[in-house]
């Protein structure tokens, strides 16, 4: 079974605006607790983008606008050609909006719960795609904590992985920078000189981190069910349980109550049900409960395209075309289009938009 995307977008409401960030909105793609995230286009732009614009009782809250702030500045270090690219934000806007490419398709967790596993070369595919994602991930310092089956597109090129919200740096934030932030302004101050707009205030400093969560119940680490930090390491975990649950349709430690979800994770073996032998012992090493006998994203995504048969990339630089090419022989199971606009032209959808709907 191919997997086929939405064919159409959902209508925007009364509410909705007609433009954010000087982006058209063209229809709705998916809204929740959060916000939502619209279809969008602009002059130059060639299909849709996608715009994630936060509900008003967030936007409201300085906490969620900063949480908000690191999520778009994390994901604008990534570049790779199965992460979902930025494009632009404005987290000081009133809602703040993020855009980034709209990836069509079905998530791996839509797809796999109606039409069941991958097969043999989709599964590759998809192993070797949120491989090379998390080697772009970690090779600019995040953990991105969050990676399962409803995070993953299946789309024409290849996997897309979404959503930075619990996504981490590696490296803390400079400890000094609020200690030399202070004494720039003590200068300027006995200088009787004005501080430049936009130099941030001494309480806009949070006083912790971005708010913390787990991730999803049955798709968190063992170190971090521990109350250990995430490294590197459990996004590669978390690697193994995605490419078990598309290889058997079932989630490796089931379902049930979120506390016995940790116990199966903390101490029994996953389900791995129907992996190919290439890609068993990857999965197994990635599972391991010990992060140390995990691993590296680097070094998984290699081994992922030695088992598919292609040719070892020479460098680090060379990875990205070696996956490409890897999937242009693999990802044959997509039929995957552009979702047209909805039946009723919703306000602020020109006539121009639809003649170039039905042209292209």
């Not at 925007?12 to 229809?27: K, R």
């Not at 809204?31 to 509900?55: F, Q």
């Not at 009782?57 to 199965?82: D, I, K, M, W, Y």
């Not at 390491?233 to 109550?257: E, I, K, M, Q």
């Amino acid at each position: 079974m191919k997997a086929r995307g939405t064919r159409r977008l959902g209508r925007l409401l009364p509410e909705d605006p007609a433009e954010v960030g000087g982006y058209e909105l063209v229809g709705r793609v998916g809204s929740g607790g959060m916000g939502t995230v619209y279809a969008a286009t602009a002059p130059g732009i060639r299909g849709y983008l996608a715009v994630k614009v936060i509900a008003g009782e967030h936007a409201a809250t300085a906490g969620f606008r900063r949480q908000f702030a690191h999520e778009a500045r994390l994901l604008a270090r990534v570049n790779s050609p199965c992460v979902a690219r930025f494009v632009q934000a404005d987290v000081e806007a009133d809602p703040p909006w993020l855009a980034t490419e709209y990836v069509p398709g079905p998530t791996v967790r839509h797809h796999v719960e109606r039409h069941g596993p991958l097969g043999p070369g989709m599964l590759v595919g998809l192993a070797a795609g949120a491989a090379e994602a998390l080697r772009a991930v970690h090779s600019v310092g995040i953990v991105h904590r969050d990676l399962k089956p409803s995070n993953v597109v299946i789309a024409p090129p290849g996997p897309k992985i979404l959503d930075f919200g619990i996504a981490r740096p590696t490296a803390p934030e400079d400890p000094t920078r609020w200690i030399r932030l202070r004494r720039f302004r003590d200068g300027l101050r006995r200088l009787g000189v004005r501080a430049p707009d936009g130099l941030p205030q001494a309480d806009e400093r949070p006083a912790e981190g971005p708010r913390d969560r787990l991730g999803t119940p049955g798709w968190i680490s063992p170190e971090q069910y521990r109350g250990e930090p995430a490294t590197d390491r459990s996004d590669v975990f978390l690697w193994g349980c995605l490419v078990a649950f598309a290889a058997a349709a079932h989630n490796p430690f089931g379902h049930g109550h979120p506390k016995e979800l940790a116990r199966r994770v903390l101490r029994e073996e996953p389900d791995l049900d129907r992996l190919p032998a290439g890609l068993e012992r990857l999965v197994l090493s990635a599972l391991a409960k010990d992060p140390a006998a995990r691993p590296d994203s680097t070094v998984l995504l290699r081994e992922v395209l030695a088992a598919s048969g292609a040719e070892p990339p020479p460098t680090g630089a060379a990875i990205p075309a070696a996956v490409r090419e890897m999937l242009r022989t693999h990802w044959n199971e997509v039929d995957v289009r552009l979702p047209r606009p909805p039946r009723e032209l919703p306000h602020g959808l020109t006539r121009g938009l639809a003649r170039l709907w039905q042209a292209g």
